[in-house]
């Protein structure tokens, strides 16, 4: 982006001093800043092991200080997409490191 060459430059202030513009649809005062919403894993306890296979229910609560948690959702499934894809990387990189040697 270039800067400006010539024309005519306005600044818009909360206290607008000479040369600055006072815009009321743009002042106010801001909200305080959103807090991240929890959540914490109830079920199955942290360190619990499963045999291959094994169906496991998964239970969790959210909470949110100033707003609502409409939903929770799991993504094993991603993850493990993208450990897949990670791999798989790292091969054809390896692969690759092999043929130039």
Do not use: C, K, W
Not at 2 to 10: A, I
Not at 58 to 84: N, P, R, W
């Amino acid at each position: 982006m270039e800067p400006p060459t010539g024309g005519t430059e306005n600044y818009v202030a909360l206290n607008p001093i000479a040369g600055e513009l006072s815009i009321p649809s743009l002042m106010g005062t801001l909200g305080a800043l959103n807090v991240a919403p929890s959540v914490s894993i109830t079920s199955p306890a942290n360190g619990s092991g499963f045999i291959t296979g094994a169906v496991v229910a998964i239970a969790a609560t959210a909470a949110d200080a100033d707003g609502t948690v409409s939903s929770v959702e799991f993504l094993l499934m991603v993850y493990l997409l993208e450990l897949i894809i990670h791999r798989l990387i790292q091969r054809i990189i390896q692969a690759q490191q092999d043929l130039i040697v």
